[in-house]
């Protein structure tokens, strides 16, 4: 069975103290790893796509890079408004269409 | 622009009443998906569809329907409501087959 594994499950920071999330994954030929964030009372809102091993995608202060078992989001010098919940997924192994198998998530908190 | 459109935003039910959640996109997306998020679990999937005329179940599909007439329409089915389906319900929809979905805000369902 799929599954996408996120830690840790919340993570207080200050403002600006540097960090990562961890998503761990178990699927056979990984077709894209994707990371969403979602604020509360709001839908989840894509960030980023990655497909192989070494790569690596940024936008302002977030980072995403991907292993062969595992994606980082790093968040370097984060703000308040980076506050949110971090999702990521994985395409479900042998689906013909991108269903995505979701992690809990990792509920960010960033402290003035 | 609208995106994906959910309606409506809150909603409570009584045991055994029906119901349907409508999802609209302005995207011309060929794919659309209803997912559910309850606390502390990861998205669900329900539903999906690949275009007018075509969908499929996801991983918790029982008391649930669905169907897909236009391009633009999505709605979800609720049959005889269970306390179980007591859930955040979100619609989304992608262009060509990926796994960058965007979400509408969300349909809160409370059966009691």
């Known amino acids: 069975e799929d599954q996408v594994t996120q830690s840790p499950e919340a993570l207080r920071l200050q403002e600006g103290e540097s960090s990562s999330l961890n998503c761990s994954y178990t699927?056979?030929?990984?077709?894209?790893l994707f990371w969403y964030r979602q604020d509360p009372g709001k839908g989840p809102e894509f960030l980023f796509t990655l497909y192989s091993a070494g790569e690596e995608k940024e936008k302002e202060r977030l980072k995403a890079t991907l292993t062969k078992k595992e994606s980082f989001l790093h968040i370097t010098a984060p703000k308040p408004e980076d506050s949110a919940t971090y999702l990521c997924?994985?395409?479900?192994?042998?689906?013909?269409?991108?269903?995505?198998?979701f992690g809990k998530g990792t509920k960010l908190s960033v402290i003035p | 622009n609208a995106g994906v459109t959910q309606t409506p935003k809150f909603r409570i039910l009584k045991i055994g009443q029906s119901m349907t959640l409508q999802c609209a996109q302005d995207m011309n997306h060929n794919y659309m998906y209803w997912y559910r998020q309850d606390p502390g679990m990861g998205l669900k999937l329900i539903y999906y569809?690949?275009?007018?005329?075509?969908?499929d179940k996801g991983e918790v599909p029982n008391g649930y329907n669905v169907s897909r007439s236009t391009t633009e329409d999505f709605p979800l089915r609720l049959e005889l409501a269970a306390p179980s389906q007591t859930s955040v319900y979100f619609c989304?929809?992608?262009?060509?087959?990926?796994?960058?979905?965007?979400f509408g805000e969300g349909s809160r369902l409370t059966v009691l």
């Open positions: 997924a994985v395409p479900n192994t042998g689906a013909g269409s991108y269903q995505l198998t």
């Open positions: 699927v056979s030929g990984l077709r894209g």
């Open positions: 569809s690949v275009g007018a005329g075509i969908t």
């Open positions: 989304a929809s992608s262009g060509v087959n990926t796994g960058e979905l965007f």
